[in-house]
């Protein structure tokens, strides 16, 4: 059985910091690309950055030189700092990794809102 637990979400105002992690344990066989993902209300659910088991990373648009997504492989950790937040960053983040026989496992959500 795989895990996925995250932490570190919360309520913060516009312009300020917050980092999020997420775990995984059990029964993974070698973990590939691992990545966060956020849905707001009546939206569908979008990727907000990835990175490879090689630290290769990819963000959103909307979050690009405001998020940092980093990864500690020893650990099956992936994190992701967010600054400079605003209003509309709020929603639920949830982590997902793909293992390299192609499975793909996801955490339970963790609420990031964003006041004005």
């Known amino acids: 059985q795989v895990q996925l637990v995250e932490s570190g979400g919360g309520l913060v105002q516009a312009g300020g910091s917050l980092g999020l992690s997420c775990a995984a344990s059990?029964?993974?066989?070698?973990?590939?690309?691992m990545g966060w993902y956020r849905q707001a209300p009546g939206k569908q659910r979008e990727l907000v950055a990835s990175?490879?088991?090689?630290?290769?990373?990819n963000y959103a648009d909307s979050v690009k030189g405001r998020f940092t997504i980093s990864r500690n492989n020893a650990k099956n950790t992936v994190y992701l700092q967010m600054s400079s937040l605003k209003p509309e960053d709020t929603a639920g983040y949830y982590c997902?990794?793909?293992?390299?026989?192609?499975?793909?496992?996801w955490g339970q959500g963790t609420q990031v809102t964003v006041s004005s």
């Open positions: 059990g029964s993974i066989a070698s973990i590939n690309t």
């Open positions: 997902r990794i793909a293992t390299q026989l192609g499975r793909l496992y």
């Open positions: 990175i490879t088991s090689g630290g290769s990373t």
